[in-house]
């Protein structure tokens, strides 16, 4: 069966300082992977999705980015964090031709 | 018109009611889609796909009215653990398989 990582689970991080997020599926191969961001009360923002190694499709522009250096991980990075980055950070995998899409547990960033 | 809009709710009903949730999309070349179920401070979950008319999985029953643009989610006999929010997805035509989420309504089951 798939199974879907993410770490760490809490994060509380200056205003300034990197991020790196780490997903990881196992299970499959060749997924498309995808980065959400919730804000408190919101509802679920596509940051990026990935529909193969390297290949990385960005949905709104901010100061994050994504990389997919290997078939089955997905990171999220910031060199300077802001304020309005706190949020509920989740990785979701998808079979490629499949709609529903499988989420991580999810990452709780909290800029201070 | 918003891409899936849904009643943030919340809906309080006594356990063993009948609830229903309606949404409503924008994009008429949709094919497939989806609820999902998610806790309090929990990641989302598939509950139920909609691929035609309808779907029915035990207590829940999702249906489809393409005609007039909107998904229904029907739980009977609800339960207390059945207390979430509950979203609708739509998926977005293009590559990748993206989906668009709603905002979700959320379900109070009280004693």
């Known amino acids: 069966s798939q199974t879907i990582h993410q770490w760490p689970a809490t994060l509380v991080q200056p205003v300034g300082s990197p991020l790196s997020l780490e997903c990881t599926v196992e299970?499959?191969?060749?997924?498309?992977l995808y980065w959400y961001r919730q804000a408190a009360g919101r509802g679920l923002q596509l940051l990026f999705y990935?529909?193969?190694?390297?290949?990385i499709s960005s949905e709104v522009p901010q100061n994050l980015s994504a990389s997919r250096p290997q078939d089955r991980q997905f990171i999220l990075s910031s060199k300077k964090l802001l304020l309005s980055d706190s949020g509920f950070y989740l990785c979701?995998?998808?079979?490629?031709?499949?709609?529903?899409?499988?989420f991580g547990p999810g990452t709780r960033l909290l800029v201070l | 018109r918003k891409e899936v809009e849904q009643d943030p709710g919340p809906f309080n009903v006594p356990e063993g009611a009948t609830v229903a949730f309606n949404c409503t999309y924008s994009?008429?070349?949709?094919?497939?889609f989806f609820w999902y179920r998610q806790d309090c401070r929990k990641e989302p979950k598939l509950l139920m796909s909609?691929?035609?008319s309808g779907n029915e999985d035990g207590r829940f029953t999702a249906q489809l009215n393409r005609a007039s643009q909107y998904i229904s989610l029907l739980i009977r006999d609800s339960k207390l653990s059945d207390s979430a929010t509950y979203l609708c997805?739509?998926?977005?035509?293009?590559?990748?398989?993206?989906?668009?989420f709603g905002t979700g309504t959320q379900l109070k089951v009280e004693l």
């Open positions: 979701a995998w998808s079979v490629t031709g499949s709609g529903a899409q499988y």
């Open positions: 299970g499959t191969s060749n997924p498309n």
């Open positions: 990935s529909v193969g190694i390297g290949q």
């Open positions: 994009n008429s070349a949709s094919q497939s």
């Open positions: 909609v691929y035609s």
């Open positions: 997805v739509v998926p977005i035509t293009g590559g990748g398989n993206k989906l668009t």
